[in-house]
C-alpha cells in the first residue's frame, strides 16, 4: 500500500512539474517576443526569471526525499533474511520506472529553458530599428537585373528576397524606385512584381513603385519621402543621403568601408536579415 500511495504522489508532482513547465514556457515565449518589440521592463524579465528558478529548486527539494525513501525501502529489504530472491528482483522494474519519470521530468525542465527563436517579422522589427519608413532600389536588390539597360530585355524578383520583402510591407510604408529607359521597362516591372505577388500578398501598391529617368531624381525621390532607412547599390547615392537619412543599407557584392555611422553594408537584402 505504502509503495502504491508513493507511486500516485510521484506521478501527481511529475504532472503538476509539466504542467508548471509547460506554462512557464509559454511566458518566456512571449516574453521573448516583447523584449524584441522593447515593451517590457527589467522588472518584469526579473520576475519571470525568479519564478522559473523557483520551479526547478521546488522540483528539485520534492524530488530528493522521494529517492531517498525508495534508498531506505531498498536497504530494509535487502537485510530481512525471510525475503525472497524473487522479491529482490522485483524492486528492478520500479527502480527502472522511477529513472524514467525523473527523465521525463528533467526533460520538462531542460524544455523549459531551450532558446526561443525569433521570426523573420521579429527579426525585420529589430534590424530597421522599429523605422515605419523604407525606401529601396529594385535593381540588384529586388531585381535579378542590374542595369536599366536588362530592364528593356526583362524584369526578374528574386525569389529569395521575396520573404523579406513581404514581411518589411507589413509594419513599413515601403516605396520601390528606379531608374528606366523607356515606358516598357516600366511596365516590365509592374508586371514582374505583381507576378511575384507582391501587391497581392503585401501591403505594397502599385503607386508606391516610382520611376525615374535619372540617379540624382532616385535621390530627389528619397529626400522627398524623409525614410528612416534607404536601400541602394550605388555608393554614391548612400553617400549623399548619409547626413539626410536616419540609416541606409548600401546592398554591394564587394566588401565596402562605412562611409558614415548610419550607413551599413551588407552582400543581399536577405543576408542582411539573416541574423540579429
Known amino acids: 500500500m505504502g509503495g502504491g500511495e508513493g507511486d500516485t504522489s510521484k506521478q501527481e508532482l511529475f504532472h503538476l512539474i509539466k504542467r508548471f513547465g509547460a506554462y512557464v514556457t509559454f511566458k518566456i515565449s512571449n516574453l521573448f517576443s516583447l523584449v524584441s518589440l522593447k515593451l517590457l521592463d527589467s522588472r518584469s524579465i526579473g520576475a519571470v526569471a525568479g519564478l522559473a528558478v523557483a520551479i526547478v ?3 528539485r527539494l ?4 522521494a529517492g531517498s525513501q525508495r534508498r531506505k525501502r531498498q536497504g530494509s529489504t535487502s537485510s530481512n533474511p525471510g525475503v525472497s530472491t524473487h522479491s529482490s528482483a522485483s524492486v528492478v522494474p520500479s527502480e527502472a520506472c522511477s529513472t524514467s519519470d525523473d527523465s521525463r521530468a528533467q526533460n520538462v525542465v531542460d524544455e523549459l529553458f531551450q532558446p526561443v527563436k525569433p521570426t523573420l517579422g521579429q527579426i525585420a522589427r529589430q534590424k530597421l530599428s522599429e523605422g515605419r519608413k523604407v525606401t529601396c532600389r529594385l535593381l540588384g536588390v529586388i ?7 536588362e530592364l528593356q530585355k526583362q524584369a526578374t ?3 529569395s528576397v521575396l520573404e523579406v520583402l513581404l514581411e518589411i510591407t507589413k509594419f513599413c510604408d515601403l516605396y520601390l524606385m528606379e531608374r528606366v529607359l523607356d515606358d516598357e521597362s516600366e511596365k516590365r516591372v509592374l508586371v514582374a512584381l505583381e507576378e511575384a ?3 497581392t500578398s503585401g ?3 502599385k503607386d508606391k513603385v516610382l520611376f525615374c529617368s535619372t540617379e540624382n531624381g532616385r535621390s530627389s525621390f528619397v529626400r522627398q519621402l524623409e525614410p528612416d532607412w534607404h536601400i541602394d547599390t550605388n555608393p554614391e547615392i548612400v553617400s549623399q543621403l548619409a547626413r539626410f537619412i536616419k540609416y541606409q543599407l548600401h546592398v554591394s557584392p564587394y566588401k565596402t568601408e562605412r562611409t558614415a555611422s548610419n550607413v551599413f553594408s551588407a552582400p543581399s537584402l536577405e543576408q542582411f536579415f539573416g541574423s540579429i
Open 57 to 59: 529548486f521546488t522540483w
Open 62 to 65: 520534492l524530488r530528493s526525499p
Open 143 to 149: 531585381l535579378e537585373e542590374s542595369i536599366p539597360e
Open 157 to 159: 524578383v528574386r525569389s
Open 197 to 199: 505577388g507582391v501587391f
Open 203 to 205: 501591403g505594397l501598391s
